[in-house]
């Protein structure tokens, strides 16, 4: 009996893709090349990354906060390997949570690597057991993304790092230097800095975080300063050798200029990620793929050959697990003959540092450039009753509104909790709601949220606490 999908790849666009059929009735098999489910996100991303983020923030508050609520617990002692315990612990909680969804929705898992091998037909190919083809109707590629490489800047996961090394580190380093200040370099570098490493980031755009609001950045960058992380914006780094006394990069201005050499004990490169489709014969079984490698796909998911879809980071779009898990349920929805889809326009995307930052739909760059005319309403944490308590008022809640209509059309915000707190945000945009419809639902006191009613009052120049 063939199936009737197979999904190459069990990270969230891969292994939620399987749920979703299985519970709309198809027969379905997974095929993944590692020994673990769940992909980047579970394994080497999303969730050691914030297990290491939780641990430190608390080490952070201990021996910061604590004494000013009153709790003397001496200073901190960091236990390095019991923290990475810790974060291998949730690590191995989370991705046999993906073996247990499999077996309770009848889905079957193949171990080995994926490969197209004509129409309706995935070979599997395992260093432990014979080749296999399996015979399916469609095929959902979900076969995420790599650490994008420097050229001549090799990567050997112990001093030279990507991501991956940086999550697994066995001693904390003195001097960390980062290249790229987006988010995977602000997050790990937030990490190793509450541990005590001096960390220099060097960016080569004239700021961090591309993408995100610009006025939320450039209060974080600040924020970042004064919590000891150094950023070297609009300089490269040119080439990294090594020495007895450790690792001297080479960084030079973009602009053109002398270089100047940055001492390391430990290099992380976060420049981004590129699409993975290695091994998948794509152009023997005819899939087109774009300029920078993504498998070209319509507003359905199909790819250029007909039965084969694909989704995730694989594709084009935020490189994001939920905008991938979403995908997941869209295709499969479409394959059921259902009106599966995505809406790109309301895809939260947050940065979980200290404060952290979220944010949702348009920022105020893309509106000026679209020309469109907007009103902004904003609100501090320092206006916050909450937000004092908790001793967390840095940051804001910025709402950009259509100047006409009054529908929300963007939502940034800077501060504790704001990962959760945006959830709201994008509730309302899926709904259309106006700045009005935000500033007239009652809101929780004290909670932080309650920034966000009040820079929805801001929309229309009518905020009660400020
Ligand atoms: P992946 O998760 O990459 O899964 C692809 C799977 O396919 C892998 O298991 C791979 O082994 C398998 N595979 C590849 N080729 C084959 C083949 N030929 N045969 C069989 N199997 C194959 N995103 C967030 O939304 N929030 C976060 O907090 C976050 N933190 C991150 C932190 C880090 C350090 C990193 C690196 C990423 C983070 N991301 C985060 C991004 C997130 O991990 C990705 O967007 C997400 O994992 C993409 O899901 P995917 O299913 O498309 O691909
Ligand atoms: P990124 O795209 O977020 O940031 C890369 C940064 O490196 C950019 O600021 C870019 O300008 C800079 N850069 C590029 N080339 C450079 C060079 N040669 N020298 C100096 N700087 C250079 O990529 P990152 O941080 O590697 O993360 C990869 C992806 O993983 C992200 O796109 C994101 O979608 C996902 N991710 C998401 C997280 C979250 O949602 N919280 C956490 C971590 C990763």
């Avoid at 014969?281 to 790819?303: C, H, M, P, Q, Y």
Wanted: with cysteine; hydrophobic share 45%.
């Amino acid at each position: 009996m063939p199936y009737d999908l197979i999904v190459i790849g069990s990270g969230p666009g891969g292994y939620i893709c399987a749920i979703r059929a299985a519970q709309l009735g198809m027969k379905v098999a997974v095929v993944e090349k590692d020994q673990t489910f769940g992909g980047t996100c579970l394994n080497v991303g999303c969730i050691p990354s914030k297990a290491l983020l939780h641990a430190t923030e608390r080490y952070d508050e201990a021996g910061h906060l604590f004494g000013r609520m009153g709790i003397g617990v001496g200073k901190p002692k960091l236990d390095l390997p019991a923290m990475m315990k810790f974060k291998d612990e949730a690590v191995e909680a989370n991705v046999k949570g993906v073996s247990f969804l499999f077996k309770k929705n009848k889905i079957e898992a193949f171990h080995g690597m994926g490969r197209l091998a004509g129409p309706g037909k995935v070979e599997v190919n395992s260093s432990t057991r014979k080749a296999q083809t399996l015979e399916t109707k469609a095929i959902v590629i979900a076969t995420g993304s790599y650490v994008a490489l420097l050229p001549g800047i090799d990567i050997d996961e112990k001093r030279i790092l990507s991501s991956t090394g940086a999550l697994a580190l066995e001693k904390v380093p003195q001097r960390l230097l980062i290249i790229g200040a987006g988010v995977i370099g602000l997050e790990l570098g937030s990490v190793w800095r509450r541990l005590g490493s001096e960390v220099v980031v060097v960016e080569f755009l004239d700021r961090i975080l591309p993408g995100m609001d610009n006025e939320v950045c450039r209060q974080f960058h600040r924020i970042m300063e004064k919590q000891g992380i150094t950023v070297r914006l609009s300089s490269q780094v040119t080439g990294v050798s090594s020495s007895a006394s450790g690792l001297q990069a080479s960084v030079a201005p973009r602009a053109g200029g002398s270089p100047a050499t940055i001492e390391a004990d430990v290099v992380l490169v976060a420049i981004g990620r590129m699409p993975y489709t290695e091994g998948l014969g794509l152009s023997e079984a005819g899939v087109k793929t774009d300029n920078k490698g993504r498998i070209t796909v319509d507003s359905n998911f199909a790819t250029s050959v007909p039965g084969i879809y694909a989704i995730g980071d694989v594709i084009a779009g935020p490189m994001l697990a939920h905008k991938a898990e979403d995908e997941g349920v869209a295709v499969s929805e479409i394959l059921a003959g259902q009106a599966g889809h995505v809406n790109y326009a309301v895809i939260p995307n947050v940065v979980y540092t200290s404060p952290e930052i979220a944010s949702v739909g348009q920022t105020e760059e893309e509106l000026k450039q679209g020309g469109i005319d907007y009103k902004v309403g904003k609100f501090p944490f320092m206006a916050n009753s909450r937000a004092r308590v908790n001793l967390e008022t840095d940051g804001f809640v910025k709402i950009l509104a259509d100047a006409k209509t009054d529908r929300v059309l963007g939502v940034h915000i800077l501060g504790a909790d704001a990962g959760n707190m945006i959830a709201e945000a994008a509730v309302a945009m899926e709904f259309g709601a106006a700045s009005e419809d935000i500033a007239r639902t009652c809101h929780a006191h004290p909670t932080l949220t309650e920034a966000v009613k009040e820079a929805a009052l801001a929309v229309s120049k009518r905020a009660l606490n400020m």
